[in-house]
């Protein structure tokens, strides 16, 4: 049995690159051979499915949370070697019926199966957000160059620590679309989080956004790709110290 990582991807604000970089690390860290799972834990908003290609899913997360099915009949393979998808329901209909408060459990039985489970979460501090950030172990934040982002996002790394979370880190993403964008050295003085990667502002984001394709497997040498490359080699550099220090 592989004793998988759960890393839940958070921020302050809505829109900062949650989802994307959900899934281009998904592709990524399944390109360097780990066995992935992203979970669309954004019950209300879900999106993550469609940026990577899932469409019209007969079992979702929402019917698990309903006590309709289990997590397993959730699982779905994607286009990607070695990435599986948890999708979730976009009807008002199904996401009366889900209970967010199983998500942590429920998410949880997933580590068995996989090395990886990444959990696309809602922004905030909200109930919905709570309920699934704290069904990771691990967290990575993603904060855009702007100080109101930045503060935001500080706020739920303070919370998650607290909540006993690990905070592996902050992505700083979408760099250099103004000139005064926050630098990542002064983001990273002022967030007191480590800094893991820089992902620049790349038009070939939005362009594979819109292919349902994450941008790591539709231009990979693009500079957006190759960051989020690097952001997965990162992460697969911490994890293995991590679990190697944990025994
Ligand atoms: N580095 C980037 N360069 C260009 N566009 C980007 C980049 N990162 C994200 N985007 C675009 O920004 C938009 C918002 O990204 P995304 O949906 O990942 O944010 P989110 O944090 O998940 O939002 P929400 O809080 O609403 O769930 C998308 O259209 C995406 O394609
Ligand atoms: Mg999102």
């Keep these: 049995m592989s004793r998988g990582r759960i890393i839940s991807v958070a921020s302050g604000k809505g829109g900062t690159g949650k989802t994307t970089t959900t899934a281009n690390l998904s592709v990524a860290l399944g390109k360097l051979g780990y066995k992935v799972c992203a979970v669309d834990a ?39 070697e070695n990435v599986h998808v948890v999708p979730a329901a976009v009807d008002w209909e199904h996401v009366i019926r889900a209970d967010p408060r199983k998500l942590p459990d429920t998410i949880k039985e997933l580590k068995k199966s ?3 489970v990444l959990i696309d979460s809602p922004a905030g501090l909200q109930m919905d957000a709570m309920n699934a950030m704290l069904s990771g172990e691990e967290v990575i934040l993603v904060t855009n160059p702007e100080i109101s982002c930045l503060t935001d996002t500080m706020k739920v790394g303070i919370v998650l620590r607290k909540a006993g979370l690990a905070v592996l880190g902050f ?28 992902i620049p502002e790349d038009p070939h984001v939005r362009e594979a956004t819109l292919e349902g394709v ?24 911490i994890a293995g110290l991590k679990a190697m220090v944990m025994g």
């Design 214 to 237: 994450p941008v790591v497997a539709y231009k990979p040498d693009s500079p957006g790709a190759k960051a989020f490359m690097e952001l997965a080699e990162k992460i697969s550099r």
């Design 114 to 116: 996989f090395d990886y």
């Design 42 to 80: 954004d019950l209300t908003m879900a999106n993550l499915s469609l940026v990577m290609g899932i469409d019209d899913a007969p079992v979702t997360i929402h019917d698990v949370l309903a006590g309709k099915n289990t997590i397993d009949e959730a699982v779905y393979a994607t286009a990607y």
């Design 171 to 198: 992505v700083l993403n979408r760099y250099g679309l103004s000139e005064n964008d926050i630098p990542p050295d002064v983001a990273e003085e002022v967030m007191e989080i480590r800094l893991l990667a820089v």
